[in-house]
Structure formats: structure tokens, C-alpha cells
């Protein structure tokens, strides 16, 4: 199963140890897949994440696609995700689309 643990010590481990940009994909067990863009807070049983549109992103619309604060940041969808519902982690280097799963399966 993977728990808090997976996530603030495993996945962070992996992801740096990655010398390319990843993509952290969650495989959720209903079959849904989120990308994720970062985790937020982690408590025992879930985890807030910021996540990316689950559509591809059209460079030329991505400031339609995802709003800025007044800083100039991007806002991202935030999700309290239940680490029961993750079914395993995929930490994808580039490319999202590759078809072996890496990362942890439950």
C-alpha cells in the first residue's frame, strides 16, 4: 500500500535522483490518472496535491488553460487525495506516454 511515507520520503528520493524533468503521474485504482505538479501537505491517511489539467496543454492556450495570481504564478487544481485510492506511482522522465510503469505498485 502506499502511504505517507511513499510520498515524503521514496518519491522524493526518486524524483531527485532523476536527471531530466519527470512527470509524477498517479495511477488511482477507478482507473484516473492525475499528474501531479507538487505535493502540498501529507497527513497520515492523505495528502494535498496541486495537479495538472488532466488534458493535454496546447502551448499557445496554456494562459487560458491555467490562471496567474496577482503575482504572476500559476494556479493550479488542488486535490486532498486518500493514499488508498492510489493504485501505484509512475515517475515518467520527459514523456508521460511511455508504456512500462516505473515507481511503486501496490
Known amino acids: 500500500m502506499i502511504n505517507r511515507q511513499a ?16 512527470t509524477v503521474e498517479l495511477h488511482l485504482f477507478n482507473g484516473e490518472v492525475l ?5 502540498i ?4 491517511g492523505f495528502f494535498i496535491g496541486s495537479v495538472f ?7 499557445n492556450k496554456i494562459d487560458q488553460e491555467i ?3 496577482q503575482n504572476g504564478q500559476r494556479v493550479f487544481d488542488r486535490l486532498i487525495i486518500s493514499y488508498e485510492a492510489i ?3 509512475r515517475i515518467a522522465a520527459a514523456h508521460p506516454q511511455t508504456t512500462s510503469p516505473l515507481g511503486f505498485v501496490s
Not at 510520498?7 to 519527470?22: A, D, I
Not at 499528474?35 to 505535493?39: E, G
Not at 489539467?53 to 502551448?59: I, M
Request: charged content about 30%; overall charge negative.
Open 7 to 22: 510520498f515524503e520520503e521514496v518519491l522524493k528520493k526518486f524524483v531527485g535522483q532523476m536527471e531530466e524533468s519527470v
Open 87 to 89: 493504485s501505484y506511482v
Open 41 to 44: 501537505e501529507h497527513y497520515d
Open 53 to 59: 489539467p488532466n488534458k493535454p496543454l496546447d502551448p
Open 35 to 39: 499528474y501531479l505538479q507538487c505535493s
Open 67 to 69: 490562471p496567474k495570481n
